[in-house]
């Protein structure tokens, strides 16, 4: 991470087997204007054929290929070591960008020197408002000693679309490869605020997301399991022994509890599967939160 800043921002996108929507994402960020950037694809050994068509149709797009799968916050950093913007944007290949967003995102920054990272308005297919800011992390309640004094209002910013500043990801060391799927972004976020940094919500800048996408082919328990595990490392990283206690005492009564609403009303739904996933989802996190 030792390149000189050359352009005004480095795009980083990490795709995995979402080829129909890396299209629409590409030809989006190629009508930016009004700043400077280069755009790096990481393919985690995607099935699929994303490869060809960043290499047949988006020849100015750099393009680093793994043999294997290696998560979202390894490819990340690969990529980041290779960057030569001021500023880099992390974006899911599921997103397509309206007008005007990378000015708007520069902008910002330029504006508001003590924002170390910041994440954009993101909206749905249909136009409906995505969430993308969080005021509290997760366990927050039972960790107040461990975030106190951290800087500003937001905790974390949605990862599928989200600027930060090259000199902060370089003093971190880009992510923590120790979160393979899920929880990067979060894991990020606190530690950028517990340099001093604030972060960042840039309205102006919207994206569409469709979301979840790389995921598509993986039943709903599995990925929430995923969750889970991040979730946890996360806690494990971030709160003292303590807190990490009292927070899985709080999701093991919770599972509990709907377990036990579930099976006395699964006989009576109308919508039995929906119920059984349900079901499998409580008594998961029963288990990782046992551990």
């Known amino acids: 991470m030792e390149t000189r800043p050359f352009y005004d921002l480095s795009v980083i996108i990490v795709n995995y087997n979402t080829a129909e929507f890396l299209v629409g994402c590409l030809n989006s960020i190629h009508t930016q204007s009004n700043c400077t950037f280069e755009v790096i694809v990481v393919d985690n050994a995607s099935p699929d054929n994303s490869c060809d068509i960043v290499s047949n149709g988006f020849p100015s797009v750099k393009l680093i290929t ?18 030569s913007g001021r500023y880099i944007y992390f974006l899911n290949p599921d997103t397509e960008l309206n007008h005007g967003v990378f000015s708007s995102m520069v902008d910002f920054m330029e504006a508001h020197k003590e924002i170390g990272l910041a994440g954009t308005g993101i909206i749905n297919p249909d136009g409906s408002f995505q969430p993308s800011v969080e005021l509290h992390y997760p366990g927050q309640r039972h960790a107040k000693r461990e975030l106190k004094g951290l800087k500003g209002d937001i905790a974390w910013v949605l990862g599928a679309s989200m600027i930060a500043r090259r000199e902060v990801l370089m003093d971190l060391g880009g ?25 960042g919500f840039i309205p102006d800048a919207v994206i569409v997301h469709w979301g979840g996408q790389s995921e598509r082919n993986n039943l709903p328990v599995e990925v929430w399991g995923k969750k889970l595990d991040s979730e946890m490392l996360f806690y494990k990283k971030h709160y003292s022994k303590a807190t990490v206690a009292a927070i899985k005492r709080e999701n093991i009564l919770h599972a509990l509890w709907r377990v036990m609403t579930l099976k006395l009303s699964l006989p009576f739904s109308n919508d039995r599967d929906a119920g059984l996933k349900k079901l499998e989802k409580y008594n998961l996190v029963l288990r990782k939160s046992s551990l």
């Open 66 to 83: 793994n043999d294997t799968n290696a998560g979202f916050s390894r490819a990340n950093n690969s990529a980041l070591r290779l960057c």
């Open 175 to 199: 992510f923590d490869e120790g979160f393979f799927l899920y929880g990067e972004d979060l894991d990020l976020c606190i530690r950028v605020r517990k340099r001093g940094w604030g972060l």
